[in-house]
Structures are given as C-alpha cells and as structure tokens.
C-alpha cells in the first residue's frame, strides 16, 4: 500500500483543521475526490473533499466558527463547510448508511475518483485501480460503469468533464456505458446538468470534451441544437464545418464562462439560416438567430438574467467587419451598444471566431486594430452614456421650459448621439447654448 503523507503540507491552514478537529473528536478521516487525483497528476489540489465516520449531527457541532456548515445533501449525506479557506465537502458514511470507506469509494463514479488518502498517515486507499488509471491517463467507471451510471445518470456529463480538463481516453467499456446511459440525463435536473457542463466548457481539452457529448449522445440531451451543424458545410472562408467551427472558436476563447458561452453559441442559429445564393451557402442575419437561440438555451439552462444578457449581447454582436472603414463614431457606438465590461470579451470572441475559420485571413490583424483603436477612442474619455453628458436634466428643465418627464430624457438623448458623434462638443457652454437654440426653435 502507497503512502502519501505530504499531500497534506499542500492543504490550506482552515482545510487541516476541518481534519483535525474531526480527528481529535475521535473520527476517521480521509481525503478523496479531486485534491487526491490532482496531487498524484502533480497539479495543485483546487478543492478539499474528505470523507468520515463522523455522524452529521456531530459534523455540526464538531465544526463551530470560525467553521459554518451551509448545507447537507441529504441524497449523498454530504456537508458543505464554509472555511477562511473556502468550501470544503464532507461525506459522512454515517448519513449514508452503512459500510465504512470502501464501502464509500464503492459508490463514487469513476476509478480516478475512488482514491482515499488517511489522515494524517497518508495511506492511499485505491481498491478499483486508479492510480493504474491516472497514469495510464484513462477513464474507467468504478466495477460495473452502467450500473453506476444508473444510479445517477450524471456521472457520464462528469466523465466527459474530465476529459475535457484532463484530456484522458475514456475505456471502451466505460465508452459503451456511457451511451447506453446517455438518454437517462434527461432525468436530471438541469441545475446539475448546467454546472457540470460549465466545468467541462472551462477545460483545456473542451473540444475533446464536447465531442465525446456529442458522440455519447449527452449532447443530444441538453444541447441538441450545437447538433444541427454537424456535417453542415460551409462556403470558402470556412474550412471546417458550422459544428467543428464552433468547437474550434470555443477552443480558442480564453478559459472564462462568459466568453466561452458566448463561443459556444455564436453561430447556433447557422443552420436553419442557411441558405445557397449563387452557388454558395449565406447566412443572412445568423447572429440574430443565434442571439434568440442563445437565450432560448440560456433560460432552458436556468441561467442568472445577468449572465444570459450578456452572452446574447456578445453573440449578436459577434459579426463586427471591416471597421478599419468605420469613423470613430461608429466605434464609440459599437462600445456603447455593448458596454465597456463586455468590450475585451468580443473583442476575444472575434479574435476566436477568426482563427476558427481555419482559412488564413487578414481578419485577425483587424481585430488587433480595432482593439488597438477601441483603446485609443477610450483614453480619450468620451462620454458612454447620457449620464456622462456635461449636461443634465435640470438643465434641460431650466433651459428649455420643457416639464419633468419622458421629454426630457428625449432630449438628454439626442445631445448624446451629437457627443457620440464629436466628443468635443460634450461641452457645457456649448451644450447650453444648444438647449437655448433648441428651445428657440421649438417656441418661435
Ligand atoms: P473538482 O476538482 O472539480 O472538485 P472532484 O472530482 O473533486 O473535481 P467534486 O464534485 O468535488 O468533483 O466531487 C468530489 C468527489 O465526489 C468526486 O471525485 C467523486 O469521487 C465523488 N462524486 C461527486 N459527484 C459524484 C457523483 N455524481 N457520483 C459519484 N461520485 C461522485
Ligand atoms: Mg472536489
């Protein structure tokens, strides 16, 4: 048996003593999950999950303050304990019946994920052969992958996560069970679905990661329409087709969820707008589309309103072109239309969406000089909103006569797209003097 003691140097101050106090009340105690994959692999553990013998009632007043225990899974009898440190996870085997830690590793989904590490000894626990598994970088489910699959229908969405971060080869048998069980997640509720899927879409490996949704029937589930352009093809600008395009965009966007939400549905309206006009295939107003996709999605996924907005404001904005023609302008209404937050964000779903064309293209040198000119139009400070006009609406009041209400903020408006147009003129003595020459005009 394998000892690993100094994964535990690695642990967090507040993580050790979420195990010490569980120790010295007389607990077993072993770490598992993540941190103990990511430790072997020589990557820094991310979280802390351990697993004990300690009854839940005790977990809670075991783990007094600075400790907060926020919630239990009852289904898995599982803590989660807030420290200075973060989120730690605690399974108790005693909410979960019976059996001790093997009967616990038993449980868990794949190979890889059924090591346990002692505390604070070190003894490695690995009944099922994932060390063999970790090293041989492969995904094997724990004894009979269909039947744990069955159990929870999750755990394939959790595999195909893995690959995507790790970039592993999933066993042929473990393969197969992973399409058999592919129809039950339909069975799971999106909450779970969503944040698994998330996590895969932050992997290095996402393209390995999707594609394995795809070909398992996962994919066919909770994002069939990333389906519909598969084999689709496309016209010359393209090499690859509307699916291996958008996989490759997804690819190349940096590892954020708003941006890679936004890859992964920029171009998810293509198919149903395709269209062949003069021997080559269009795709009049696909941005629009996929913006009305996006949302459809996003909502069905159960998204926060914020995120949702902004991923569709990126993919209905994706189709930015030829800018170099654009007057200044035009640029400081692109910025406004967007937002300055969502600015860097389309400007890297650009650049993604270039390089996946798979073509060599000029394209990309334009998005650097749109980026570098977006810079140079924002150090010159211009005025984004009508909130930033020299001038406001008692002014607008005073000036022109004109009573508190819709009217005024009309107003307010129009002197903004004349700012947007010429920054100078966000000027007071010249906004006022405007505001006379209006009001003259309206009265006279
Ligand atoms: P991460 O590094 O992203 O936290 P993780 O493997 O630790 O990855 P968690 O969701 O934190 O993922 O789960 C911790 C452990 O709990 C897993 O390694 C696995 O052993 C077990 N586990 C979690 N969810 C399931 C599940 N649905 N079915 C079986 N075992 C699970
Ligand atoms: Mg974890």
């Known amino acids: 048996m394998e000892n690993i003691p100094r994964i535990f140097e690695q642990m967090p101050d507040a993580v050790a003593g979420v195990a010490e106090r569980l120790r010295q009340a007389g607990y077993a105690v072993w770490l598992v999950g993540g941190a103990v994959r990511d430790h072997v692999l020589g990557v820094p553990p991310a979280d802390w999950d351990f697993s004990t013998n300690a009854p839940t009632q005790d977990i809670l007043t075991i783990l007094s303050p600075p400790y907060r225990v926020v919630t239990f899974g009852l289904r898995h009898g599982t803590a989660h304990v807030v420290t200075p440190d973060g989120m730690v996870e605690i399974t108790s085997w005693a909410l979960n019946g019976h059996g001790g ?17 002692s505390y604070p ?29 069955r159990e929870d229908p999750l755990r394939p969405l959790r595999a195909a996560r893995l690959v ?10 473990t393969r197969a069970a992973m399409r058999d069980a592919a129809p039950w997640l339909r069975h799971v509720a999106v909450e779970r679905i969503r ?9 290095p490996h996402v393209m390995e990661g999707l594609d394995l949704c795809r070909r398992s029937g996962l994919m066919a589930v909770f994002l069939p329409e990333l389906l519909e352009g598969w084999r689709k093809k496309q016209n010359s600008y393209h090499r690859y087709d509307i699916y291996r395009h958008t996989l490759l965009c997804v690819h190349h966007s940096p590892a954020q969820l708003r941006v890679r939400l936004a890859a992964l549905l920029h171009d998810i309206g293509k198919p149903r707008v395709r269209a062949k006009v003069g021997g080559t295939y269009r795709f009049y107003g696909h941005e629009k589309q996929s913006a009305l996709m996006a949302r459809d999605i996003l909502e069905r996924w159960l998204t926060s309103k914020k995120l949702t907005d902004d991923v569709v404001l990126l993919v209905e904005n994706h189709m930015v072109h030829d800018t170099d023609a654009w007057k200044d302008a035009a640029v400081r209404r692109l910025i406004r239309r967007v937002g300055l937050p969502l600015v860097d964000d389309l400007l890297e779903l650009m650049r993604a969406d270039r390089l996946a064309h798979g073509v060599p293209s000029e394209a990309l040198n334009g998005v650097e000089r749109l980026r570098a000119r977006i810079r140079r139009i924002l150090d010159e400070k211009p005025a984004l909103s009508p909130k930033a006009l020299a001038i406001n609406g008692r002014d607008v009041m005073q000036v022109t006569g004109t009573p ?12 903004f797209q004349l700012v947007l147009r010429d920054p100078a003129k966000n000027d007071r003595d010249f906004l006022l003097k405007w505001l006379e020459e209006k009001a003259m005009g309206v009265t006279s």
């Open 195 to 203: 944040d698994e899927f998330w996590k895969l879409l932050l992997g």
């Open 121 to 149: 000894d070190g003894t490695l626990l690995d009944p099922f052969g994932g060390l063999k598994d970790l090293k041989a970088r492969r995904l094997r489910g724990v004894v009979n992958p269909l039947e744990r699959f």
């Open 404 to 415: 508190q209400g819709p009217e005024v903020g009309h107003i307010l408006n129009q002197a």
């Open 164 to 173: 995507s971060r790790y970039g592993f080869q999933v066993s042929r048998k």
């Open 101 to 117: 830690i093997d009967k616990d590793l038993e449980r868990r989904d794949l190979t890889i994920n059924a090591l346990a590490v």
